[in-house]
């Protein structure tokens, strides 16, 4: 299942992720999947431009290592700025879907003639 995400929403979902420590792309990925229930599945495509992105703002950090494959692989950590981004976001975010959840939960408009 193919779900769209509103801007910066996968930056937050990476930095969540990273909160367990150092991780490469595809544990992000994988982990982001997981615990999802397949729902979100984030491309390659997204997620590297992601990363990159988020190391330039200074929200993590990467480090080459070896992978539990025994492959080389950059890792990303979250840094004290990326932990203050994180929370931002989240309050951003829980604040969005209280006020969606309010307008699905509500009483139909009704017009006013």
């Given at each position: 299942?193919?779900?769209?995400?509103?801007?910066?929403?996968?930056?937050?979902?990476?930095?969540?992720?990273?909160?367990?420590?150092?991780?490469?792309?595809?544990a992000?990925?994988?982990?982001?999947?997981?615990?999802?229930?397949?729902?979100?599945?984030?491309?390659?495509?997204?997620?590297?431009p992601?990363?990159?992105?988020?190391?330039?703002r200074?929200w993590?950090?990467?480090?080459?290592?070896?992978?539990?494959?025994?492959?080389?692989?950059?890792?990303?950590?979250?840094?004290?700025?990326?932990?203050?981004?994180?929370?931002?976001?989240?309050?951003?975010?829980?604040?969005?879907?209280?006020?969606?959840a309010?307008?699905?939960?509500?009483?139909?408009?009704?017009?006013?003639?």
């Amino acid at each position: 299942m193919r779900i769209d995400l509103l801007q910066g929403t996968l930056d937050m979902l990476i930095l969540k992720a990273l909160t367990g420590g150092p991780m490469h792309g595809y544990a992000v990925t994988s982990w982001l999947q997981r615990t999802t229930d397949d729902a979100l599945q984030v491309e390659e495509g997204s997620l590297y431009p992601a990363l990159h992105r988020m190391t330039k703002r200074g929200w993590v950090k990467s480090d080459w290592g070896v992978s539990e494959n025994n492959r080389r692989a950059r890792f990303y950590t979250l840094t004290a700025e990326g932990r203050r981004q994180l929370k931002e976001e989240s309050s951003s975010w829980a604040r969005l879907t209280e006020a969606v959840a309010k307008v699905l939960h509500s009483r139909p408009a009704t017009q006013v003639a």
